[in-house]
């Protein structure tokens, strides 16, 4: 009698355990379908200060601030143009699934101009989130008021005009400024281009006097502006920003040019879809709230949302139109 209670105890223990295991189990399974996502590890390719450490902490700040997200973290990781942090991502693919890379337009260009020998192919794209114009800036001091007066001076003499930007010969702020003195009818391959390893030792570059115009990100301006440090002449959205109306575009200065760099964020290599879409999901959420209409028209931004298979349809089409860009440059064969 006493062996059997025994028994009884024991076999009610074992059954007890597996319903709360299960009952565990079927927890994980809910939570994840119903999206438990509580903190995301923001991995920035660049520096602190410039446009993808400005993304990547603004959508965190907006995210928590929100109440979408209880902690955002953030690391920095400078190295080959990106490259650095795209290999990081791959080669610790099975410990980052709570990490989104931000990224932007330069993931192409670098891939095309063999920069890294990775491309977007080699992550799980999540979603690209803004855009941010380009802008053509000069120190507060400068003697150009209007982009047209450099123009003026290009077009009597193309090496007159030094243009500095914050990445290498060939990279996006090289191929907005060939861009837009094309567009004012010059010669693109022309462009005196002053390479930096970064926007604030460009900005350095144009303080100093070692360049004349600064190409760089319109958010990145926008800060530089309201500091009181440069004058921003123009900028390459289709009309005038809200974040700065007094600012014209090319496209009104007879120029025909317009540029947007979309940023966005990708996680590791073989991430789940469910995991995947939960992250687009957060993302998406996060446009309706207060925090983030802060944080977009505090940095001048434009919204683009484009998810999983639509981001990769976007990004081969943009893999075309640049491809042929920095091949009439010479900066492909």
């Known amino acids: 009698m006493i062996h059997v209670d025994k028994a009884s105890r024991v076999s009610s223990r074992w059954l007890k355990s597996i319903l709360i295991a299960g009952s565990l189990a079927l927890g994980g399974i809910s939570s994840v379908a ?17 446009g993808w450490d400005g993304t990547a902490r603004g959508t965190g700040e907006a995210l928590t601030k929100s109440g979408i997200l209880k ?15 795209i290999a990081h991502l791959i080669e ?31 992550l799980t794209p999540i ?12 120190p507060a001091n400068s003697k150009y008021t209007s982009f047209t007066q450099v123009v003026a001076d290009y077009s009597k003499n193309p090496r007159s005009i030094a243009v500095a930007g914050g990445s290498a010969r060939g990279s996006m702020d090289h191929l907005v400024a060939a861009m837009a003195f094309k567009a004012a009818g010059g010669e693109p391959k022309r462009v005196k281009y002053v390479a930096y390893d970064a926007g604030g030792k460009a900005m350095a570059g144009i303080l100093s006097g070692e360049a004349h115009l600064l190409s760089t990100g319109f958010s990145e301006a926008l800060a530089l502006k309201n500091a009181g440090e440069v004058r921003i002449l123009a900028m390459t959205g289709d009309k005038r920003s809200p974040a700065a109306p007094d600012v014209p575009t090319l496209k009104e200065l007879g120029y025909d040019a317009t540029f947007v760099n979309w940023r966005g964020f990708f996680g590791a290599p073989g991430l789940s879809d ?20 802060a944080v977009r028209d505090r940095n001048g931004w434009t919204e683009i949302y484009k998810p999983g298979n639509e981001f990769v349809s976007f990004l081969e089409a943009q893999e075309k139109e640049v491809g042929a860009l920095m091949t009439e440059l010479g900066f492909l064969q």
């Open 34 to 50: 119903q999206g438990d996502t509580e903190s995301i590890h923001f991995l920035i390719p660049g520096g602190a200060g410039g």
């Open 71 to 85: 902690t955002a973290s953030y690391e920095n990781m400078s190295g080959g143009g990106g490259g650095k942090a």
């Open 92 to 122: 610790t693919a099975d410990q980052a699934k709570e990490t989104l890379m931000v990224n932007s337009t330069p993931i192409v260009i670098r891939s095309l101009s063999k920069v890294f020998p990775q491309s977007f192919r080699d």
């Open 127 to 138: 979603a690209a989130i803004i855009g941010d114009y380009a802008a053509f800036v000069v």
């Open 274 to 293: 469910a995991q995947a879409e939960e992250y687009q999901k957060i993302l998406k959420k996060m446009y309706s709230t207060d925090a983030w209409k």
